[in-house]
C-alpha cells in the first residue's frame, strides 16, 4: 500500500517538478530560491501523502506548499528579500499568476533560460535535464559520465551567470526565435545523441537519457505547436528511437541498418512519428531538424529508398553545410551507387578538421573498402577508427570487422 | 542592473555620425549611464607597487588590434538580454568589432 502510494509520488513528481521550478522561477525570479523551495514542497508531500493521500490536486498543493516556504524564506532573511524585491516588483508589473485550478505552465521560460547562448554549449543540456526533466545533480552527472562534484560545479557556475549577470526568465519575441530555439533545439538533441550514441562508456543505448530527451520534446512540443523544427525535433527523435531495440544485438554489440531485425522496430514510435515529418515539412522552406526527421522516417521503411535519402542529405547541407552531413551523404552514396562512388566522396573529405577525431570517418571508410575487397587498407581504416572510438559495442564491432579483413 | 559595455576592435569604418546617433539613442531611452572612447593604446601606462612597496611606472600594455579597448558605455537595462540588444545597435559590434557585456557588482 505505502508502496503504492510511493510509486505514484514518484510519478507526480516527475511530471510536476519541472512544472512547479518553473512557476516559482516566474513567480520570484530567482531559480536558486525555486530550487530551495521546490525540494521541501517534495520533502512535504513525501512526508504527508503516504499518512493522508494524494490530494484531488496535487500540482496546486505542491505550489502552495512551496509557496509557502518562499515567503518563510524571504522574512527570515530580509538581505535575501531586498535583493529579489526588484525582480518580484519587475515580475509582478506583467500581472500576477493564477495558481487557482491548474498551475500555469511556465515551463517554456526556462527551457529558453537553460539554453541561452550566454551560457556555455556544454552545460546547455545539463541544465535542462537538471531543471526541465527534474532529474538530481546526481543522475545528470551519470548521463554526461563526469563526477557528481564535477557538475555539480558545472550547474553552479551556470546559476551564478544567471543571477548574477541576470539572464531573464523570458520566452523570446517571436522576431528573436529562429535565431533562439536552434539553441533549445540543440540542447535536447544533444541530450538525446548522448543517450543514443553513447561516446563512452559499456552501452551502445542509454535508454534512460534518449528517453528524458524524447520527454523534454513531447513537453517542448505542446508548448509550441505551431513551430514546424519543434515538431521536426520530436519526429526525429520518435523515428530514429523507434529502431532501438534492433540497433544492438543479444551480447549488446552493434548491428547495422540492412543487418537489423526489422520486426522489432517499435511500430506504435514510428506511426506517431511519421506524421510529424509531414507537419514539419508544410507549409513552409524545410528546417534542419524537419529534414533528419525525413531521412529517419526512410531508414524505418523497407526497402530503404536510398535515393531518396541522397536527395534529403542534399538538401539538409544546402541548410547546415557540414563535414558530419557530408559523411552520412558519403554513405547514403554508396549505397545508392556502390562503395567505389562512396569512398572517393569519403577521400575527398581526408584531412578535414571536424572529422578528425571522429571514429565514424575512419569506420565508414574501413567498411566500404572492406566491401571492395581491399582487406589491407580496411584494415588500416578499422585500426585508426579503433583509436578514436569510445563505446564498448562499437569498438567489438570495430574489432570484429578488423579480424574479419585481417584473418 | 548595469553593465559595462566593451568596446574592442572597433574599425575605424564607424563614422563619427554612427557614434553620435548611437550615443543619443541611448540617451533618449533613459538607460545612458556613461561612457567614453579611450586614449589609444600606445597612450597607455601601467602601474603597480612592489614587494618592497616601490611604485613602478611602465609604457604599455599593447594589444592585438582586434583586441584594443577602444571606449565603453555604462547602461542600465532590465536583464541580460536587453543589454546585448543595446550592444548589438553599438556601431563597435560591425565591421569587424566586438563587444563584451559585463554586469556590474553593485554592494549596497
Known amino acids: 500500500m505505502t508502496g503504492d502510494v510511493n ?4 510519478a507526480i513528481f516527475r511530471e510536476e517538478r519541472g512544472r ?3 512557476a516559482l522561477v516566474r513567480r520570484f525570479g530567482d531559480l536558486d530560491l525555486a530550487e530551495e523551495v521546490t525540494s521541501e514542497a517534495i520533502e512535504a508531500a513525501l512526508l504527508h501523502w503516504p499518512a493522508d493521500g494524494v490530494p484531488a490536486s496535487p500540482g496546486a498543493w505542491l505550489m502552495t506548499t512551496a509557496r509557502r516556504r518562499a515567503v518563510d524564506r524571504l522574512r527570515r532573511d530580509k538581505t535575501y528579500a531586498a535583493r529579489l524585491a526588484l525582480l518580484q516588483v519587475e515580475a509582478d508589473r506583467s500581472g500576477p499568476p493564477v495558481f487557482e485550478g491548474a498551475l500555469p505552465d511556465e515551463r517554456l521560460r526556462l527551457f529558453f533560460t537553460c539554453a541561452h547562448p550566454a551560457l556555455p554549449e556544454a552545460d546547455r543540456g545539463a541544465l535542462t535535464l537538471r531543471y526541465l526533466a527534474g532529474l538530481t ?5 551519470r548521463a554526461y559520465l563526469v563526477p557528481v562534484e564535477t557538475m555539480a560545479k558545472r550547474l553552479v557556475r551556470a546559476k551564478k551567470k544567471i543571477s548574477v549577470a541576470r539572464i531573464p526568465f523570458r520566452v523570446p519575441e517571436p522576431h528573436e526565435l529562429p535565431s533562439r530555439l536552434p539553441g533549445v533545439l540543440q540542447a535536447i538533441y544533444s541530450i538525446f545523441t548522448e543517450g543514443y550514441a553513447a561516446s563512452a562508456g559499456p552501452d551502445l543505448v542509454r535508454h534512460d537519457l534518449a528517453e528524458e530527451a524524447l520527454r523534454l520534446a513531447r513537453i517542448l512540443h505542446r508548448l509550441l505547436p505551431g513551430e514546424r523544427e519543434v515538431t521536426g525535433l520530436l519526429a526525429l527523435l520518435l523515428l530514429t528511437h523507434a ?3 534492433a540497433r ?3 551480447d549488446g554489440g552493434l548491428v547495422l541498418l540492412e543487418d537489423q531485425d526489422r520486426s522489432l522496430w517499435d511500430r506504435a514510435m514510428i506511426d506517431e512519428g511519421e506524421p510529424l515529418v509531414v507537419t514539419a515539412l508544410t507549409g ?8 533528419q526527421a525525413a531521412i529517419a522516417a526512410l531508414h524505418d521503411e523497407e526497402p530503404t529508398d536510398w535515393p531518396q535519402i541522397v536527395g534529403l542529405y542534399d538538401v539538409l547541407r544546402s541548410l547546415t553545410p557540414s563535414p558530419v552531413v557530408d559523411l552520412n551523404r558519403a554513405v547514403a552514396v554508396a549505397m545508392r551507387d556502390g562503395p567505389e562512388a562512396g569512398l572517393a566522396l569519403l577521400d575527398a573529405l581526408a584531412g578535414e578538421p571536424r572529422l578528425r577525431s571522429l571514429h565514424v570517418y575512419p569506420a565508414a571508410r574501413g567498411e566500404l573498402l572492406r566491401r571492395l575487397g581491399r582487406p589491407a587498407e580496411a584494415a588500416e581504416a578499422f585500426r585508426a577508427a579503433l583509436e578514436l572510438v569510445g563505446s564498448e559495442p562499437e569498438r567489438r564491432h570495430l574489432l570484429a570487422r578488423l579480424d574479419e579483413v585481417t584473418g | 542592473m548595469k553593465y559595462l559595455l566593451l568596446i574592442h576592435g572597433a574599425s575605424d569604418a564607424c563614422t563619427l555620425q554612427e557614434w553620435a546617433d548611437y550615443d543619443k539613442s541611448l540617451r533618449d531611452a533613459g538607460i545612458h549611464v556613461d561612457g567614453n572612447p579611450l586614449g589609444e593604446p600606445s597612450l597607455s601606462t601601467t602601474v603597480h607597487i612592489t614587494d618592497g612597496g616601490e611604485k613602478v611606472v611602465t609604457d604599455g600594455p599593447y594589444a592585438e588590434a582586434r583586441e584594443v579597448l577602444g571606449g565603453y558605455y555604462i547602461i542600465d537595462v532590465p536583464d541580460l538580454d536587453a543589454a546585448t540588444d543595446w550592444a548589438a545597435r553599438c556601431p563597435g559590434a560591425r565591421y569587424g568589432g566586438s563587444m563584451v557585456v559585463r554586469p556590474i557588482i553593485e554592494y549596497t
Open chain 1, 137 to 141: 545533480t546526481a543522475e545528470v552527472a
Open chain 1, 248 to 250: 544492438t544485438g543479444p
Open chain 1, 284 to 291: 513552409g522552406p524545410p528546417g534542419p531538424y524537419g529534414v
Open chain 1, 20 to 22: 512547479l521550478l518553473a
Open chain 1, 7 to 10: 510509486a505514484s509520488v514518484e
Open chain 1, 243 to 245: 529502431r532501438r531495440a
